[in-house]
């Protein structure tokens, strides 16, 4: 049996696993010295499927031109192209509007444009006597940049504390959450601990006291299914190139009426509805946070990526991931000297996985798991905080995705134990 094959009776997996795989095209190549490919880093980004990239070159080829500017055949197909994406995501997400879906350039900046537009004059302004809240678990993206708009306006900065199983510490839930709360920033699925959080309970404790929320959801949108309106959450960030689509694009989501009362985050083409030398004023939402050409053939691929995931159900796509990591979990368990980082439990967790192996730093595991064809992540993961809470600076990541076997995670747990006989610890 292969690290590719698909025969293991396990409940939950993708239907039809193997045609899934052969989707994407880079799982066919071999590395490290003839060895098949065993990638478990989709956490960091997922792979793209065939799809996708006929995408993104059928546009190249056929339809490059810039949008919204070009008064020609080549201009309207590529306005077409680029605003049929925001339709799809809006769509994937259960957006109540188009409008709502403002494209960036990844994840971060998404975060970034609304932390900094909380800071300048508005509605919605953060100022002294202001408190923003986050977690301990947070990536740096959602972490930085509300230090740095606490640090500029005055406010005050504070967190969720982690419990010893790697959730969420609610217990302090309504000392946390009070009348000075003008936000709440949280992950909705860990990168480094895997927890799935309770966005939607979260969520309606800060409307309570008049707090908008915002979600980090670059773990959770490919993942699973992610209705902003059924967890009644205020903003959306997540990525193109975790959800099997390019690089260089993100998405924002975000409530009409929370938008529409934030001010522009940059200025230029695209985002004015008039312009004079001595003031300006704005497009509406979503083009008064778009300045510039946009990533026009990544909206394209993200379109293709989230119309792929739509074809797989998101239903199925949780179902597989939550067998993977049972079966992740259980094979982990059985490398003595291996401590599992998180959730013990693969419905309260995500596809990634982090741990530690006793004698061998992080990173000499991944180097010898690479020689054999597994991709792994080694490191902090952006993720300081959450390594500190857990007294490691680092840890090994595995992370699965919607075309991962079981008998890749054979290949892994073979490959922990040979890396134990290499670096002589029992």
């Known amino acids: 049996m292969t690290v590719t094959d698909t025969r293991h009776a396990l409940p939950g997996l993708l239907p039809g696993l193997d045609l899934v795989r052969a989707d994407f095209p880079i799982l066919g190549r071999t590395v490290a010295g003839g060895n098949p490919l065993v990638y478990l880093d989709s956490a960091n980004t997922s792979q793209k499927p065939q799809v996708v990239i006929d995408a993104m070159v059928d546009h190249l080829e056929r339809h490059n031109a810039n949008v919204a500017r070009a008064m020609h055949t080549l201009g309207a197909e590529s306005t077409e192209g680029f605003e049929s994406a925001r339709d799809k995501v809006a769509a994937f997400v259960n957006a109540p509007s188009r409008d709502e879906v403002v494209f ?229 368990a059985s490398v003595s000297g291996l401590t599992v980082l998180g959730p013990q439990r693969a419905e309260l967790r995500g596809g990634a996985i982090s741990f530690e192996l006793d004698g061998v730093h992080p990173h000499d595991v991944a180097q010898v798991l690479d020689s054999r064809g597994i991709a792994v992540r080694a490191g902090h993961h952006c993720a300081k905080p959450a390594h500190k809470r857990f007294g490691v600076q680092s840890s090994t990541r595995m992370s699965s995705y919607l075309y991962t076997t079981p008998a890749e995670i054979d290949a892994l747990v073979d490959g922990l134990e040979y890396t134990k006989k290499y670096f002589k610890v029992s």
């Open 104 to 332: 960036t350039k990844n994840a971060s900046e998404a975060i970034n444009l609304v932390a900094n537009t909380l800071a300048w004059n508005g509605p919605l302004q953060v100022g002294p006597g202001d408190e923003v809240l986050i977690t301990e678990m947070e990536h740096h993206s959602n972490i930085v940049p509300w230090q740095l708009l606490t640090e500029r306006t005055g406010a005050t900065l504070r967190w969720f504390g982690i419990t010893d199983d790697g959730r969420l510490d609610l217990s302090d839930v309504d000392d946390l959450i009070t009348e000075r709360t003008k936000v709440v920033s949280l992950t909705w699925v860990s990168n480094m601990l895997g927890t799935v959080n309770p966005v939607a309970d979260i969520a309606r404790r800060a409307h309570e006291v008049g707090a908008i929320v915002v979600v980090d959801g670059a773990q959770a949108v490919p993942q699973m299914p992610v209705d902003v309106q059924a967890a009644d959450i205020d903003l959306l960030a997540f990525t193109g190139h975790k959800v099997t689509g390019p690089t260089g694009i993100g998405v924002l989501w975000g409530r009409r009426e929370v938008l529409d009362q934030l001010p522009p985050f940059l200025g230029g083409g695209e985002m004015i509805e008039t312009v004079t030398m001595a003031r300006s004023t704005y497009a509406p939402v979503p083009h008064k946070f778009e300045a510039g050409t946009p990533p026009i053939v990544e909206a394209v691929g993200l379109g293709a990526a989230v119309d792929y995931l739509a074809a797989l159900g998101m239903d199925n796509v949780r179902a597989h991931e939550e067998a993977i990591t049972a079966y992740a979990l259980q094979g982990l």
